[in-house]
């Protein structure tokens, strides 16, 4: 996935994006509205999602507008195939979600000194690409843990 | 901070479409009931806490660890996809 076939449609000419990873091209269209931002980051409500083959199978979710937030990504189910969280009312009501098969969904990676790096299952991002609307969503009876740690291969 | 003195089965409104009750109160704890339209997000204060304090470290992350990809690209037993597109493949 790329923020190209996320927004085939560019209402304004394309600018660049300088990131940890590199500089992306991105126009108006490929900008995600996240109308509650995240928490620990309320008033950063403009993200990109980017990819390469450097980063793949993770994506970056980057601040449209500049350094102020940035996070490493990955589709929960590439990490543990049976995940699987619901969404309530509200959540899809933030994401003027109809069909939940269109959604994507988006673990956020963390690297914590001495021990390599964990995903958290709990609390993911779902983006609805029909709408460019999305949100990071906490369920309440999720039994996903915060920290999933990615084990290196026996 | 305002504070008021409820007992059970009574409760405060915000605004017009909040309302929390209080449900029953025990000696640990008081089950108290939130209803609120589904565009207000309610949770635990300390599992708000809990994720906003991740969502900081994993922040922190993406400029502290160097090759974050390639690390969890290993771990997954993934191998690189081939270099056909660039970029942003646009």
Redesign the interface.
């Known amino acids: 996935m790329?923020?190209?076939?996320m927004s085939p449609a560019a209402s304004r000419p394309s600018r660049q994006l300088e990131t940890?990873f590199?500089t992306?091209?991105i126009d108006d269209a490929s900008v995600i509205d996240f109308a509650?931002g995240?928490?620990?980051?309320e008033q950063t409500r403009k993200f990109v999602l980017?990819?390469?083959?450097?980063?793949?199978?993770?994506h970056?979710l980057h601040y449209a507008d500049g350094p102020a937030?940035?996070?490493?990504a990955?589709d929960p189910r590439?990490?543990l195939p049976s995940y699987r969280t619901d969404l309530?009312?509200?959540d899809r009501?933030?994401l003027g979600a109809t069909d939940d098969h269109q959604l994507l969904w988006l673990a956020?990676?963390?690297?914590?000194a001495g021990q390599?790096?964990s995903v958290?299952l709990?609390?993911p991002i779902v983006v609805n690409p029909a709408r460019m609307l999305g949100c990071?969503v906490?369920p309440?009876n999720s039994l996903y843990p915060?920290?999933h740690p990615?084990?290196?291969?026996e | 901070m305002l504070v008021f003195t409820r007992k059970r089965d009574e409760a405060i409104m915000i605004g017009d479409g909040i309302e929390i009750r209080v449900l029953r109160v025990g000696r640990d704890g008081v089950r108290i009931g939130v209803q609120a339209p589904?565009?207000?997000?309610v949770?635990?204060r300390e599992?708000?806490d809990?994720?906003?304090?991740?969502?900081?470290?994993?922040?922190a992350?993406?400029?502290?660890?160097g090759n974050?990809?390639a690390?969890?690209?290993?771990?997954?037993?993934?191998p690189?996809?081939?270099?056909?597109?660039?970029?942003?493949?646009?």
């Not at chain 1, 790329?2 to 076939?5: C, D, L, P």
């Open positions: 790329t923020t190209a076939q940890p590199g992306f091209p509650d995240l928490p620990g980051f980017l990819s390469s083959p450097e980063l793949a199978p993770l970056l937030a940035s996070f490493l990955v590439v990490v309530g009312a509200g009501l933030r956020l990676v963390t690297m914590d390599g790096p958290n709990r609390a990071q906490m309440h915060l920290r990615l084990a290196l291969p | 589904a565009s207000v997000s949770h635990r599992v708000y809990q994720i906003r304090d991740e969502n900081r470290i994993a922040a992350a993406v400029n502290a660890a974050v990809a690390e969890v690209r290993k771990r997954l037993e993934r690189a996809p081939p270099v056909a597109a660039t970029g942003t493949d646009r």
